[in-house]
């Protein structure tokens, strides 16, 4: 019995030393960042913000940002009166 828990015991630990082994040549980055990539790279929350001229709410890429304030598009920039070049 006691034999058998040995040979269990060891091969355990063998196969946690080959992991850790594997996982050392294949890197530890590739492992590690693309749970990082995806936590910084998804943006599933666009922001959304509200039109400074007619108060309708556009996501950002889709409107004009003038010296931090916010229009659904060029046309009502330019009716707020902001000076676009
Ligand atoms: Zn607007």
Do not use: T
Request: charge should be positive.
């Amino acid at each position: 019995m006691g034999r058998i828990l040995f040979l269990v015991v060891l091969a355990l630990l063998g196969w946690v030393f080959f992991k850790s082994w594997q996982r050392k040549q294949l890197g530890d980055k590739p492992s590690a960042n693309p749970q990082q990539k995806q936590g910084l790279g998804r943006n599933p929350v666009e922001n959304i913000l509200p039109c400074k001229h007619c108060g309708a709410y556009s996501p950002m890429h889709e409107g004009v940002m003038m010296q931090g304030r916010f229009y659904c598009g060029l046309d009502h920039a330019k009716a707020a009166g902001e000076k676009i070049h």
